[in-house]
């Protein structure tokens, strides 16, 4: 079963950058899908709960060099 969660991102300036945080979240274990948006600065991602944590996938995105934070 997966869950569907928003995060707030900074530091994205240009669309290659919406490829490479999307990029690196599918191809993290337990991360089914995930749509960035720069307009927003929002992303959402589906993932499995059991498989990776929310912290995990911050820290995913921090160690690309972005900032990130789940709204809730
Ligand atoms: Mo665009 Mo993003 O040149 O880190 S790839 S700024």
Do not use: H, W
Request: negative net charge; hydrophobic residues 45%.
């Amino acid at each position: 079963k997966t869950l569907s969660a928003q995060f707030r991102i900074g530091g994205m300036t240009c669309a290659n950058c919406v490829n490479s945080v999307e990029g690196i979240l599918k191809k993290l274990p337990g991360v089914k899908g995930a749509v960035v948006a720069l307009a927003t600065s929002l992303g959402e991602v589906e993932y499995f709960p059991s498989a990776i944590s929310k912290d995990e996938i911050v820290q995913a995105i921090e160690d690309a060099g972005f900032e990130a934070a789940f709204l809730q």
